[in-house]
C-alpha cells in the first residue's frame, strides 16, 4: 500500500515536470524577421538608410543585432505596396516631416 503511494507520487511529480519543462524554454526569433522603422524614431535609422549613405549597412547590421539576430538581409526605404494594402494611392509610408519609413528585414542565419 505504502509503495503504491510513493509510486504515484512519483509518477505526479514526473508528469508535472514534463508539463512544465517546456514552457521554461525560451524562445528563438524566426528565421527571418522585417522591421518597419519610422523616419521619426529619434535614432537617425532612416536618415542613413532612405539616403544610402555608407552607414547604412552598419546601422542596418547593429539594428538586427540588437533585434536578437545574425545579420541585416535586405534594408531600405518602404513601398507604401508592402507595408499595407489598405492605404489609399495618395497616401504614403511617412513621418510627420515627411520622410520616408524605413525596412530592415534580419535573419537567423549568419
Same mark, same amino acid.
Not at 519543462?21 to 538608410?49: H, K, M, N
Not at 549613405?53 to 538581409?73: E, K, P
Given at each position: 500500500?505504502?509503495?503504491?503511494? $510513493?509510486?504515484? *507520487? ?11 519543462? =517546456?514552457?521554461? $524554454? ?13 523616419? !521619426?524614431? *529619434?535614432?537617425? %535609422? ?8 555608407? #552607414? ?7 539594428? #538586427? ?11 531600405? %526605404? $518602404? ?5 499595407? *494594402?489598405?492605404?489609399?494611392?495618395? %497616401? ?5 516631416? *515627411?520622410? =520616408?519609413? $524605413? !525596412?530592415?528585414? #534580419?535573419? %537567423?542565419?549568419?
Amino acid at each position: 500500500m505504502r509503495r503504491a503511494f $510513493v509510486l504515484t *507520487g512519483l509518477a505526479a511529480h514526473l508528469i508535472a515536470l514534463a508539463l512544465l519543462l =517546456p514552457a521554461a $524554454v525560451t524562445a528563438q526569433p524566426a528565421d527571418e524577421a522585417t522591421f518597419i522603422i519610422p523616419a !521619426s524614431d *529619434g535614432y537617425g %535609422v532612416a536618415e542613413c538608410l532612405a539616403t544610402g549613405d555608407d #552607414c547604412a549597412a552598419g546601422v542596418a547590421q547593429a539594428w #538586427c543585432t540588437a533585434q536578437g539576430y545574425a545579420r541585416a538581409t535586405h534594408f531600405g %526605404v $518602404v513601398d507604401r505596396r508592402e507595408a499595407t *494594402g489598405s492605404l489609399k494611392e495618395e %497616401v504614403a509610408v511617412t513621418s510627420r516631416r *515627411g520622410a =520616408p519609413s $524605413v !525596412s530592415i528585414t #534580419c535573419s %537567423v542565419a549568419p
